[in-house]
């Protein structure tokens, strides 16, 4: 009881003074917003007793009076954000330093006309008010929970992406959200809206990291949401290396129209506890999603996945494939949940997770479930939970590679499944790096 | 030489020394322990010596953890070489050629350098580039595989090479190309250990000395000869030597 009422304390302030400075918004923002914190406050963060949240307790971050992000962000170098930013995305892409929004250090000189990349505060006060206000929350409200109702409340920093329809973006289009140095014991709450009209194409790369000093306490708080149109294609790709004491909560949620397709694919490197809840909705005939990802954790790291995936119509397909690497006392949970409703005939639903353990003190929870209520279906799934093969490590020792290098050669190739499905050259470089320098390897690619 | 593997003995009393550029070629019936010898010879560490010692060069090979035995020269052609999914060939090879380079003080070559040496070795075997890029044996034929064996010794060029029944599942074509290949890989300073079933690979290799192993012992030398009576006769006549020396003494 007294730690609901200290909750409460904690953002109750916060929030009358963040709505004081937000005091120009439309009355409907305003109202979101209050509704939300009020969802929030009645709601209190998640415990071990939620069945959601068993594996991940976050009761350290609960009690931590985080304040939220204002303007009087840290300031970067710019040569200090180049280092983030994906080569293919250098010229359209949103910078946010602690949360809020960078001008100078964005650049959106690729993003073709009668294409929106807005600041979501830009985007509420001009011509894309009404597409923002037809769609913001709309997925994340509904089954939201308590981190999305406080994102909601306090969303600072945040894109508005709209594609007309029939538009192609080519360039990808980075929101890259960094933390500064001397930013712990700060929040951000990253919003993103992204609707992609009928035969649209998007490629999207967000990001999340820590700009220097990577001992940071600090909590990120996202939301995003993905409007896929009418055979339009978004290709998503997450790539989450907050610092190392970061604590980073997040949902991505997508509702694909008919024969739209939704690619998303997320890569989870940093933050001593993340968590990432991902929600697709095939709702209309021949709406396919692929979900993959790869989570890298070591010691005194915390990565929990959970995914839904929603098939509510004949005909959708869906692809899952997550693939987890754990070292040293590290912990992972994967639950995905593959839903396929009762009028939902010919699904096609396939969904797997592995994972290589290692290290003697690494755990993983992992749960797929497919849920079924039709028998005109087509679905798998499975998990493994394993080690390094002894005959794969012989072989690669026979040949002359020191112990280390083999081990890490393996596990390479173990990731190599995920990482050659990445589109983009900078972020399967990142991994790789990520991968070898983490396990001090000495491979170059 | 003695070894067990999960507490069952083997290999029971093996004796062999091969000296620089012979070829060596042993046979035996299926269970005798020809590939316990090989996997011993590479240090896997499944099996465990009990008696006797292994000297390479003057030194004492058990010592060796596999890996400085591979970079000192030993080298297995596995009878079933091992799938690493997610690992491109090429860069296995090249990172194995460049540990022998490091371990010999040599500067290591980068892809673009390697390919060309890759190209070149190939051509020894006859195999197929697109085998390259792809991972390690995953999914190659039975051939492939034992010819990607073939590559890897041709690439690491190792003093003592112990190809564990290479020639099986070999077409007729294929065993005369990689037949081909070991043959031009020999020189008077390196030695191989073939192990086989079949006297067709000793036409193409023609090995120094025959051995035949049975029940965990070298029970029989000879010249290649022997080989050719063992095609003719089959191992019972030498089964029921053994059998019959060991009622012997027995008795
Ligand atoms: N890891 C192991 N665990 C248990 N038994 C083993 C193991 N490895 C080998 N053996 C046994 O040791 C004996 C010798 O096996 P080995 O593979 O050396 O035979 P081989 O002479 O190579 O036969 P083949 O001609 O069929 O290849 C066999 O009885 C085999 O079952
Ligand atoms: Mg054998």
Same mark, same amino acid.
């Given at each position: 009881?007294?730690?609901?009422?200290?909750?409460?304390?904690?953002?109750?302030?916060?929030?009358?003074?963040?709505?004081?400075?937000?005091?120009?918004?439309?009355?409907?923002?305003?109202?979101?917003?209050?509704?939300?914190?009020?969802?929030?406050?009645?709601?209190?963060?998640?415990?071990?007793?939620?069945?959601?949240?068993? #594996?991940?307790?976050?009761?350290?971050?609960?009690?931590?009076?985080?304040?939220?992000?204002?303007?009087?962000?840290?300031?970067?170098?710019?040569?200090?954000?180049?280092?983030?930013?994906?080569?293919?995305?250098?010229?359209?892409?949103?910078?946010?330093?602690?949360?809020?929004?960078?001008?100078?250090?964005?650049?959106?000189?690729?993003?073709?006309?009668? =294409?929106?990349?807005?600041?979501?505060?830009?985007?509420?006060?001009?011509?894309?008010?009404?597409?923002?206000?037809?769609?913001?929350?709309?997925?994340?409200?509904?089954?939201?929970?308590?981190?999305?109702?406080?994102?909601?409340?306090?969303?600072?920093?945040?894109?508005?992406?709209?594609?007309?329809?029939?538009?192609?973006?080519?360039?990808?289009?980075?929101?890259?959200?960094?933390?500064?140095?001397?930013?712990?014991?700060?929040?951000?709450?990253?919003?993103?809206?992204?609707?992609?009209?009928?035969?649209?194409?998007?490629?999207?790369?967000?990001? #999340?990291?820590?700009?220097?000093?990577?001992?940071?306490? #600090?909590?990120?708080?996202?939301?995003?949401? =993905?409007? =896929?149109?009418?055979?339009?294609?978004?290709?998503?790709?997450?790539?989450?290396?907050?610092?190392?004491?970061?604590?980073?909560?997040?949902?991505?949620?997508?509702?694909?129209?008919?024969?739209?397709? #939704?690619?998303?694919?997320?890569?989870?490197?940093?933050?001593?506890?993340?968590?990432?809840?991902?929600?697709?909705?095939?709702?209309?005939?021949?709406?396919?999603?692929?979900?993959?990802?790869?989570?890298?954790?070591?010691?005194?790291?915390?990565?929990?996945?959970?995914?839904?995936?929603?098939?509510?119509?004949?005909?959708?397909?869906?692809?899952?494939?997550?693939?987890?690497?754990?070292?040293?006392?590290?912990?992972?949970?994967?639950?995905?949940?593959?839903?396929?409703?009762?009028?939902?005939?010919?699904?096609?639903?396939?969904?797997?997770?592995?994972?290589?353990?290692?290290?003697?003190?690494?755990?993983?929870?992992?749960?797929?479930?497919?849920?079924?209520?039709?028998?005109?279906?087509?679905?798998?799934?499975?998990?493994?939970?394993?080690?390094?093969?002894?005959?794969?490590?012989?072989?690669?020792?026979?040949?002359?590679?020191?112990?280390?290098?083999?081990?890490?050669?393996?596990?390479?190739?173990?990731?190599?499944?995920? =990482?050659?499905?990445?589109?983009?050259?900078?972020?399967?470089?990142?991994?790789?790096?990520?991968?070898?320098?983490?396990?001090?390897?000495?491979?170059?690619? | 030489?003695?070894?067990?593997?999960?507490?069952?003995?083997?290999?029971?009393?093996?004796?062999?020394?091969?000296?620089?550029?012979?070829?060596?070629?042993?046979?035996?019936?299926?269970?005798?322990?020809?590939?316990?010898?090989?996997?011993?010879?590479?240090?896997?560490?499944?099996?465990?010596?009990?008696?006797?010692?292994?000297?390479?060069?003057? &030194?004492?090979?058990?010592?060796?953890?596999?890996?400085?035995?591979?970079?000192?020269?030993?080298?297995?052609?596995?009878?079933?070489?091992?799938?690493?999914?997610?690992?491109?060939?090429?860069?296995?090879?090249?990172?194995?050629?460049?540990?022998? &380079?490091?371990?010999?003080?040599? @500067?290591?070559?980068? *892809?673009?350098?390697?390919?060309?040496?890759?190209?070149?070795?190939?051509?020894?075997?006859?195999?197929?580039?697109?085998?390259?890029?792809?991972?390690?044996?995953?999914?190659?034929?039975?051939?492939?595989?034992?010819?990607?064996?073939?590559?890897?010794?041709?690439?690491?060029? *190792?003093?003592?090479?112990?190809?564990?029944?290479?020639?099986?599942?070999?077409?007729?074509?294929?065993?005369?190309?990689?037949?081909?290949?070991?043959?031009?890989?020999?020189?008077? @300073?390196?030695?191989?250990?073939?192990?086989?079933?079949?006297?067709?690979?000793?036409?193409?290799?023609? *090995?120094?000395?025959?051995?035949?192993?049975?029940?965990?012992?070298?029970?029989?030398?000879?010249?290649? @000869?022997?080989?050719?009576?063992?095609?003719?006769?089959?191992?019972?006549?030498?089964?029921?030597?053994?059998?019959?020396?060991?009622?012997?003494?027995?008795?």
């Amino acid at each position: 009881m007294s730690q609901a009422v200290k909750e409460k304390s904690i953002y109750a302030d916060a929030f009358r003074e963040f709505s004081g400075r937000r005091a120009g918004e439309p009355v409907w923002v305003s109202r979101l917003r209050g509704d939300a914190f009020e969802s929030f406050e009645a709601a209190g963060f998640p415990t071990t007793d939620d069945e959601d949240w068993k #594996y991940t307790n976050v009761a350290p971050l609960a009690r931590r009076a985080f304040v939220p992000a204002s303007a009087a962000a840290e300031k970067l170098e710019s040569a200090a954000v180049e280092t983030f930013v994906s080569a293919e995305a250098r010229r359209s892409r949103l910078v946010f330093v602690g949360g809020v929004y960078n001008h100078e250090l964005s650049s959106l000189e690729a993003i073709p006309g009668g =294409v929106a990349v807005e600041e979501l505060g830009a985007a509420l006060a001009g011509e894309h008010a009404e597409v923002v206000r037809e769609h913001l929350g709309k997925l994340s409200g509904e089954r939201g929970d308590a981190f999305s109702a406080l994102n909601t409340a306090f969303a600072g920093g945040g894109a508005l992406i709209h594609v007309p329809k029939e538009v192609e973006v080519a360039a990808p289009v980075q929101l890259l959200f960094l933390t500064a140095p001397g930013e712990g014991g700060s929040a951000s709450f990253p919003r993103v809206l992204v609707v992609a009209e009928r035969h649209s194409r998007l490629d999207l790369i967000e990001t #999340y990291a820590a700009a220097g000093g990577d001992g940071a306490e #600090y909590l990120t708080d996202a939301v995003v949401e =993905v409007f =896929v149109g009418e055979g339009a294609r978004v290709t998503h790709y997450k790539v989450q290396d907050d610092g190392d004491a970061a604590y980073h909560v997040a949902s991505t949620r997508a509702d694909v129209a008919r024969d739209g397709a #939704y690619e998303l694919t997320t890569v989870t490197l940093g933050a001593q506890l993340s968590r990432h809840g991902i929600e697709v909705l095939l709702g209309s005939e021949g709406a396919s999603c692929r979900v993959d990802g790869l989570y890298l954790v070591g010691t005194g790291q915390h990565a929990d996945t959970h995914s839904l995936i929603d098939h509510r119509v004949p005909r959708c397909t869906s692809r899952q494939n997550y693939k987890g690497i754990l070292d040293g006392r590290s912990r992972a949970v994967f639950n995905g949940r593959v839903f396929v409703r009762e009028g939902a005939h010919q699904t096609d639903a396939e969904q797997s997770n592995k994972n290589l353990l290692l290290s003697p003190e690494a755990r993983v929870d992992t749960k797929p479930q497919l849920e079924i209520f039709n028998d005109d279906v087509k679905c798998s799934h499975g998990a493994t939970v394993g080690q390094l093969e002894e005959e794969e490590l012989f072989y690669l020792l026979s040949r002359g590679l020191h112990p280390d290098l083999a081990r890490n050669l393996l596990t390479y190739g173990f990731a190599e499944e995920i =990482v050659e499905g990445i589109k983009f050259e900078s972020i399967r470089a990142q991994l790789d790096s990520a991968i070898l320098n983490r396990l001090r390897a000495r491979l170059e690619v | 030489m003695h070894a067990t593997v999960e507490g069952k003995e083997i290999l029971r009393g093996i004796d062999l020394t091969v000296n620089k550029g012979e070829i060596h070629a042993i046979m035996g019936p299926n269970g005798s322990g020809k590939s316990t010898l090989a996997k011993i010879l590479a240090g896997h560490p499944a099996y465990v010596v009990t008696k006797g010692e292994v000297l390479f060069e003057g &030194r004492n090979l058990l010592e060796l953890a596999p890996d400085e035995r591979a970079r000192e020269g030993v080298f297995l052609a596995f009878q079933y070489p091992v799938e690493v999914p997610g690992v491109s060939n090429a860069q296995f090879m090249r990172l194995a050629y460049n540990e022998k &380079r490091k371990h010999r003080g040599e @500067e290591e070559l980068d *892809p673009l350098e390697f390919k060309d040496l890759l190209a070149e070795r190939a051509k020894v075997v006859e195999m197929d580039a697109g085998l390259m890029s792809r991972s390690v044996n995953e999914g190659f034929s039975g051939g492939e595989k034992k010819r990607n064996e073939i590559l890897q010794m041709a690439v690491l060029e *190792p003093k003592l090479a112990v190809l564990d029944e290479t020639d099986s599942g070999l077409d007729i074509d294929a065993l005369r190309i990689v037949s081909g290949g070991v043959n031009k890989l020999r020189t008077p @300073e390196n030695a191989i250990v073939l192990v086989t079933h079949y006297q067709r690979l000793l036409n193409y290799i023609v *090995p120094d000395h025959v051995h035949v192993l049975y029940k965990g012992r070298i029970v029989r030398s000879g010249g290649k @000869e022997l080989a050719l009576a063992l095609e003719e006769k089959g191992y019972d006549w030498i089964k029921g030597e053994v059998g019959g020396q060991q009622t012997a003494i027995g008795a």
